[in-house]
């Protein structure tokens, strides 16, 4: 079974809109950490945000936000004023004890700033 | 901020030789990961590493690759003799430990071409 289901393979956004990239997840331990990295064109991993199952705030770094909805099992990522430089991959991904702490991903959701 | 460092960027290798790709990753991290990425799909779990050891593989794992921590810093994935299915995006991963611990970090990621 998928552990992580992103549903939008690709999506369109205005500059300076935000834009929210849709993360479900799938587990049966209540320890885990949820991950957005972006990937962009150039290839690389880059770890945006970190949201831990226990964590009674939702996570927030800059203009990157995740919405986390526990009984929903959602860990949604916003961006807000998206920039030109925004377009790219973006992962959700899922850290858990019993699984070695290894991530799995999702499929990933293309995002496309436009001018 | 601690990085992961992957060598080489890119390699191009002919069919049925050996490769070996670099990581270094980051000193107190205690888990150390290899995924890999086809082009265009989603980021694949190959092996985790924790004390020394191989703690968990994937079935695409098989015989034809291994890893090795030989000096106490780098972390190394060898194959055997590659296919040409094993062109991808090979990326090396360090974290810290407990599924709490926020740092989840990757390498720029080395390009494997096998020709």
């Known amino acids: 079974a998928q552990k992580i289901t992103q549903t939008q393979p690709g999506m369109f956004v205005q500059e300076k809109e935000a834009v929210t990239l849709d993360c479900t997840y799938d587990t049966s331990d209540p320890s885990y950490g949820l991950f957005w990295y972006k990937q962009p064109s150039s290839g690389e991993m880059i770890f945006l945000i970190y949201?831990?199952?226990?964590?009674?705030q939702n996570a927030t770094e800059g203009r990157y936000s995740l919405n986390f909805q526990k009984a929903r099992k959602s860990a949604n990522l916003v961006i807000s004023a998206s920039q030109l430089g925004d377009s790219a991959m973006y992962f959700c991904?899922?850290?858990?004890?019993?699984?070695?702490?290894?991530?799995?991903f999702g499929a990933g959701t293309t995002v496309t700033v436009r001018a | 901020e601690p990085e992961v460092t992957q060598t080489p960027s890119h390699q191009v290798t002919q069919m049925g030789q050996e490769v070996i790709l670099r990581c270094v990753p980051i000193s107190n991290h205690l888990y150390f990961y290899w995924y890999r990425q086809i082009l265009g799909q989603k980021v694949e779990f190959l092996v985790s590493f924790y004390n020394n050891e191989i703690s968990e593989k994937s079935e695409i794992f098989d015989d034809q690759f291994s890893v090795e921590r030989p000096d106490g810093s780098n972390f190394t994935l060898k194959i055997r003799s590659t296919k040409l299915e094993d062109s991808a995006m090979y990326f090396c991963?360090?974290?810290?430990?407990?599924?709490?611990?926020?740092?989840?970090?990757f390498g720029q990621g080395t390009r494997l071409t096998v020709v």
């Open positions: 949201q831990g199952s226990y964590d009674q």
């Open positions: 991904a899922m850290r858990e004890a019993p699984n070695d702490y290894k991530l799995s």
């Open positions: 991963a360090s974290m810290g430990q407990g599924v709490g611990n926020t740092e989840a970090f």
